[in-house]
């Protein structure tokens, strides 16, 4: 069975440009969760969704980050413009519904010059 | 939310026995304990969970105190690929959904 894909797995970009990641879970989990991790800390929750809807955004910096699942598999999270704090490693996860255990993806580590 | 304290780092020779222990004194009763690791570069990988009993797979053993304070997670024998970053997370339901809250776990390395 396929695991948690994203892409791409490293991006570097000058501060001010967008960016975009993309996450393919793993087939049937209906719950999806985009984390940051900074250098040397854990991973921290920015978004959850329950199929289709955003069901916990409140750490999502909603100025700067947007995040989608359209069609309830999915998922892209955006952030415009990227500014130099951004730089981390963004991780998808999907379980196979909200009380389920979390299966993380390999994540893509962003650098932002 | 309940929190967890782990060793910062910990060092285990090839072959033995590595015995992560972690603590959670706040724990509620139906809060589950987690364990992730994560390798240099790659996503955080699951191992293993409990609420009260032992558990085991066959990657870990969990043991957790009948108090439920405190937990320790055994690999058996360890490897060199067992060098990573091992996360004790107790789990929480928030809005109906179990959240993780990592903390910054215990840097383990396994020597030749």
């Known amino acids: 069975e396929a695991g948690v894909v994203q892409s791409p797995r490293y991006k570097i970009i000058e501060k001010k440009q967008p960016v975009a990641f993309w996450c393919n879970p793993i087939?049937?989990?209906?719950?999806l969760y985009w984390y940051l991790q900074n250098l040397g800390q854990g991973p921290e929750l920015l978004i959850r969704y329950e199929n289709e809807e955003a069901v916990d955004d409140s750490q999502l910096p909603k100025d700067r980050f947007s995040a989608e699942r359209l069609k309830g598999v999915d998922s892209t999270l955006k952030i415009q413009p990227a500014e130099l704090g951004d730089s981390a490693v963004y991780l998808c996860?999907?379980?196979?519904?909200?009380?389920?255990?979390?299966?993380f993806g390999p994540g893509t580590r962003l650098l932002v010059l | 939310d309940a929190k967890t304290t782990q060793p910062t780092s910990m060092d285990c020779a090839e072959g033995r026995a590595a015995n992560l222990p972690c603590n959670h004194s706040t724990i509620s009763g139906n809060e589950y304990v987690y364990w992730y690791r994560q390798i240099h570069s790659q996503g955080p990988q699951y191992i293993i969970h409990?609420?009260?009993n032992n558990e085991t797979n066959e990657m870990a053993s969990l043991i957790i105190t009948e108090d439920r304070k405190s937990s320790t997670l055994i690999l058996p024998h360890a490897t060199l690929r067992d060098t990573a970053v091992y996360y004790c997370i107790v789990s929480f339901t928030q809005g109906g959904s179990e959240k993780l809250v990592f903390g910054k776990g215990t840097k383990l390395t396994v020597n030749p």
């Open positions: 996860a999907s379980s196979l519904n909200r009380v389920e255990t979390q299966y």
């Open positions: 409990g609420l009260k």
């Open positions: 087939s049937g989990h209906n719950t």
